[in-house]
């Protein structure tokens, strides 16, 4: 048994017979390697006393530095800072870093004329030296004027260079929420630029009664700007309105003969022949009826037109291009204007507060056109305005009634059209995939 078991040992199976091998080629290569390492652990006795040191000194040449003038010394500093509300000249020059020095010399000169005219948030723009003097400062005013006060050898010089106009393109959209103006201000889209947007849509929306709460808009229109400040607001050149889920596009066209008008990107025009509404933003107080329960009199008769709730000195405007045919006082109307347009239509504008300078008989008005204002004249309960559209002499419903529109671009255009505004229709769908301002 014992013999057996030591043929066992002596003799490997085939499967360790291979293994074995590379086992023992491992081993093998690896003890001269941990010789080496402890050959190198043990042998703190080494003696180095006799290798040979050796020290070279070279000598370099030095670079030739160029001697540093006075003046190339001094360091000046350019800041910009925003007016703070209430704020002084003489702190917003402290702020900024000027002496106090310097500062009572300005102010005690007639430069000092641009401090009574501070603002909050206006642009400021100085150079001082590392001792506070005051360089140059320069203040952008809320029309872009650009004021530069300028030290000189006696004493602080005041001018107004002329900045030359820049344009810039600016793209905004939003999301009703909850009206138009409060979109619009979320969208920083200025006043101004929604009101127009309102005109462009007029003839296809009416925004009294038509915008819904999650309608989108984008805008794409011109800003001036003069030494970095917006001075006004320029065209639109295009937009779009979604309303009710229902898309409306204007882009801006330029005829062969200058005439910019709004067209669909198919070059349907968008200035037809009467606005939806003769007032910008307003309610509906009472509808067309031919039965109605005045609210006056007491007994019911036909109300021939249909009213729209406004304060009073609201701007009307006249729905489409006329000639006045009355500008008076007439019974229950109160103050009234009535226009003749073209193709039998008529428009009564009445309870008037006043009229317009130059509304007069025979007076020709254009389309938007500021005919008079809201009031409360003739027989009527508040300030409103009671407005009617006539065919041939007949009232019609103002709301529903099919308005006149205007030719189609011509056929000869056309690729004209395509050439100008492509690349604002290409931006409209870039902005309807950004992220649009909302007011929650």
Do not use: C
Request: aromatic fraction near 6%; glycine fraction near 10%.
């Amino acid at each position: 048994m014992q013999q057996q078991k030591l043929k066992s040992l002596t003799h490997p199976t085939p499967l360790l017979k291979r293994k074995l091998p590379t086992r023992g080629l491992l081993l093998a290569a690896l003890l001269p390697l941990f010789g080496m390492v402890t050959a190198y652990g043990i042998a703190p006795d080494t003696d180095t006393r006799d290798i040979p040191v050796q020290t070279l000194i070279e000598n370099l040449p030095l670079p030739q530095l160029a001697p540093v003038e006075a003046d190339q010394a001094a360091q000046v500093f350019h800041l910009e800072e925003r007016v703070l509300s209430g704020e002084t000249l003489g702190a917003l020059l402290s702020r900024l870093g000027v002496s106090t020095q310097d500062s009572a010399l300005l102010m005690s000169q007639s430069a000092a004329q641009i401090g009574r005219s501070l603002r909050s948030g206006q642009r400021v723009q100085v150079e001082v030296s590392e001792q506070g003097e005051l360089l140059q400062l320069r203040l952008t005013g809320a029309d872009g004027t650009l004021n530069r006060i300028s030290r000189q050898a006696d004493g602080f010089v005041l001018d107004q260079p002329e900045v030359a106009l820049e344009t810039r393109v600016i793209m905004r959209s939003g999301r009703i929420e909850s009206s138009l103006f409060a979109a619009t201000d979320a969208a920083s889209l200025p006043d101004s630029v929604a009101v127009k947007m309102a005109d462009i849509f007029g003839t296809q929306l009416d925004f009294r009664t038509d915008l819904r709460k999650g309608d989108t808009f984008s805008i794409i229109y011109e800003m001036a700007y003069r030494n970095g400040e917006p001075t006004g607001e320029g065209k639109i050149l295009s937009a779009e309105y979604v309303n009710a889920g229902k898309a409306h596009r204007a882009v801006l066209y330029r005829s062969p003969s200058g005439k910019d008008e709004y067209y669909s990107p198919s070059g349907e025009s968008l200035s037809k022949g009467f606005l939806r509404s003769p007032l910008e933003f307003s309610r509906i107080t009472s509808g067309f009826s031919n039965s109605r329960k005045h609210p006056v009199y007491g007994f019911h008769r036909a109300h021939t037109g249909t009213d729209f709730g406004a304060p009073t000195g609201t701007r009307v405007k006249a729905v489409g291009d006329a000639v006045v045919t009355f500008a008076g006082r007439k019974g229950g109307y109160g103050n009234l204007v009535i226009l003749r347009h073209q193709n039998g239509y008529e428009t009564y504008y009445a309870h008037l507060n006043g009229f317009a300078k130059g509304i007069r008989r025979g007076a020709s008005v254009g389309q938007g056109e500021i005919i008079g204002y809201v009031g409360a004249t003739g027989t009527a309960t508040g300030p409103h305005l009671h407005y009617e559209v006539r065919i041939g002499g007949q009232p019609r419903n103002p709301v529903t009634v099919k308005l006149p529109g205007s030719p189609p671009l011509p056929v000869a255009q056309r690729a004209r059209f395509q050439q100008q505004t492509a690349i604002w229709t290409q931006r409209l769908d870039q902005l309807r995939g950004t992220n649009l301002a909302a007011l929650d």
